[in-house]
């Protein structure tokens, strides 16, 4: 029976590590042990970059609102509450596009609210 040999199969996995490693500086793009390392870091921080952006953006938005909300004279966690007993199902995304772009839209939803909440 032949032996298999794994020089080839061993060959594409390190092309492949060397082409993830692309860019990087010194051993890290040259050497397989160094860039196998540093390929497999890069990937943990892009996994946890992924998670952080969705919470990067909810945070921008937030402030977005709570700006547009205290120009029209309310603080956001009562524009919130105010949103949730109308009934109005917008998200934090949309909302922040209104109070960026159209600031009459969103004027519109303040004066709802607050008259939501003198109720």
Not at 35 to 63: E, H, P, S, T
Not at 99 to 105: H, M, Q, V
Request: glycine share 6%.
């Amino acid at each position: 029976m032949a032996r298999i040999k794994r020089g080839v199969n061993a060959h594409k996995k390190r092309i492949k590590v060397f082409k993830l490693s692309k860019g990087y500086w010194g051993a890290r793009s040259k050497q397989y042990r160094v860039a196998r390392q540093a390929v497999m870091k890069a990937m943990k921080y892009a996994y946890i970059g992924r998670k952080l952006r969705k919470r990067d953006f909810r945070k921008l938005w937030i402030a977005r609102i709570n700006a547009a909300c205290r120009a029209q004279g309310i603080n956001y966690s009562s524009f919130m509450n105010g949103l949730k007993k109308a009934g109005v199902t917008l998200n934090r995304k949309m909302l922040s596009e209104l109070a960026i772009n159209d600031a009459t839209a969103f004027s519109g939803y303040v004066d709802m609210v607050k008259a939501q909440l003198a109720k």
